[in-house]
């Protein structure tokens, strides 16, 4: 069985339409909830998180990974994948700003992110 792995901080069950079908190229979807890094974490624990990941992941033999979150982790994670000969993905998105002036005049912000494509790393 081809396997995704979502390795994000977003559930694919909150995806939309066109990310489920971009996901389904590459195989049943499988999250892999991403880990909470504090900022007060040092590099060297970064690190030996993003390689007990990676040992994880490598084991499940996925397709292509969706890797997206906490730079350094992301970073160091995706060196792994990769030097292993595994597919690593962004995805890219657009984003939609829209303001609403209320009645009082305040104003509200609120941003759309739409999926628009898989990149790879």
Not at 18 to 41: E, H, M, N, R, W
Request: one cysteine or more; charged letters at 30%.
């Amino acid at each position: 069985m081809r396997i995704f792995i979502n390795h994000t901080n977003h559930a694919s069950s909150g995806w939309g339409e066109q990310q489920k079908d971009a996901a389904d190229k590459y195989g049943v979807t499988v999250d892999i909830p991403f880990p909470t890094i504090p900022s007060t974490l040092e590099s060297n624990r970064v690190k030996e998180l993003a390689k007990k990941t990676f040992e994880a992941i490598r084991l499940v033999k996925p397709e292509a990974v969706l890797c997206q979150g906490e730079s350094t982790y992301t970073y160091e994670l995706v060196r792994l994948l990769k030097d292993e000969g595994i597919k690593v993905l962004a995805a890219c998105s657009e984003r939609v700003a829209h303001e609403v002036v209320r009645d009082d005049g305040t104003v509200e912000k609120k941003s759309e992110f739409k999926f628009v494509k898989f990149r790879e790393y």
